[in-house]
């Protein structure tokens, strides 16, 4: 059976980190890209970072490049996004989806299976 987990979130003073994780099982987890994406309150979901079925490449967008960092452990099938240096506009429900594909796609409808969300709220 299929299932797409994901933890981590929370709340966090301006300037400090959380770390959400997703883990998956049911499906080969190595087969596909794994993305993150961030919904805002009254905001559409927009992606934030994927990085590639091997590990070996990464994309992040503008607003986070330097702060959050993508990283995957295949054995484990889990992908973790370090965010670091939060801001209060990192608040949003984050989100990981799983794309079958050996490279990113930035496209919603690209990605095929979605996780439950995760809250992170940056305030102080």
């Known amino acids: 059976q299929l299932q797409f987990v994901e933890s981590g979130g929370g709340l966090m003073h301006p300037g400090g980190s959380l770390r959400p994780s997703c883990a998956a099982s049911?499906?080969?987890?190595?087969?596909?890209?794994v993305g993150w994406f961030g919904q805002a309150p009254g905001k559409e979901r927009e992606g934030v970072s994927c990085?590639?079925?091997?590990?070996?490449?990464?994309h992040y967008e503008d607003s986070v490049k330097g702060r959050f960092t993508i990283s995957r452990d295949n054995a484990k099938n889990t992908v973790y996004l370090q965010m670091n240096s939060l801001k209060p506009e990192d608040t949003a429900v984050y989100y990981c989806?799983?794309?079958?594909?050996?490279?990113?796609?930035?496209?919603?409808?690209?990605?095929?299976?979605w996780g439950q969300g995760t809250q992170v709220t940056v305030s102080s």
């Open positions: 049911g499906f080969t987890w190595d087969t596909y890209a």
């Open positions: 989806a799983a794309a079958y594909s050996s490279s990113c796609k930035s496209q919603i409808y690209d990605y095929d299976y």
């Open positions: 990085i590639s079925s091997t590990g070996g490449s990464t």
